[in-house]
């Protein structure tokens, strides 16, 4: 029970103090998970965020199910992604509630423009994380990709599926040149 309390109280804080959205909680899931706690390694809390971005649904959610599962099953699942929503969720609850009278005032529009370049960087600090220890050419290939699905809006669905070909048949490649010696 003190494991998925800790779970819970790890994925609340970490949703309480992320604006931006699923990339920017990604540095902030990381630290946590792999710094902090030592839940994970950094190799396999990679292979889980792969697969969180693979998945359908929210990435931070996706994340925080995957750890949680991970660490104590469904049990964990389910604290982590209550940790992860319970925050936003009481928080836009109650901005919904006063938004539409205060989102015309100058210093609330101020600050939302000033959260702009943090949320951009929270969202930049994982994609660099994720591509340390890459091979430089794997590091040019995904810096090509990111622009192409940004600048000619590419749908990640045949991108993923073109990276998981290539991932196994350079394993399979690999796997045959060493039974060739």
């Known amino acids: 029970m003190k494991e998925l309390l800790s779970l819970f109280v790890s994925f609340f804080k970490i949703g309480a103090f992320t604006i931006g959205g699923g990339y920017a909680m990604i540095p902030l899931i990381e630290r946590e998970v792999i710094d902090n706690r030592r839940w994970l390694g950094r190799e396999e809390f990679s292979d889980l965020l792969a697969l969180a971005q693979?998945?359908?649904g929210p990435l931070s959610l996706n994340t925080a199910v995957f750890v949680g599962y991970k660490m104590w099953g469904y049990a964990g699942a389910?604290?982590?992604v209550l940790g992860s929503v319970l925050p936003s969720f009481t928080i836009i609850t109650l901005i919904a509630t006063v938004f539409t009278d205060v989102r015309e005032y100058p210093l609330v529009d101020a600050a939302f423009k000033g959260m702009r370049p943090a949320v951009v960087?929270?969202?930049i600090s994982p994609v660099a994380g994720l591509m340390r220890g890459m091979h430089p050419a794997l590091k040019i290939a995904a810096l090509l990709?990111?622009?192409?699905l940004w600048y000619?809006?590419?749908s990640p669905v045949p991108v993923l599926a073109a990276g998981?070909?290539?991932g196994i048949a350079a394993t399979i490649f690999k796997q045959h040149k060493k039974e060739r010696k």
């Not at 990709?145 to 192409?148: D, L």
């Open 121 to 123: 960087a929270l969202i």
């Open 164 to 166: 998981a070909a290539a």
């Open 78 to 80: 389910s604290a982590a």
């Open 54 to 56: 693979s998945a359908p």
């Open 145 to 148: 990709i990111g622009f192409g």
């Open 152 to 154: 000619f809006a590419l």
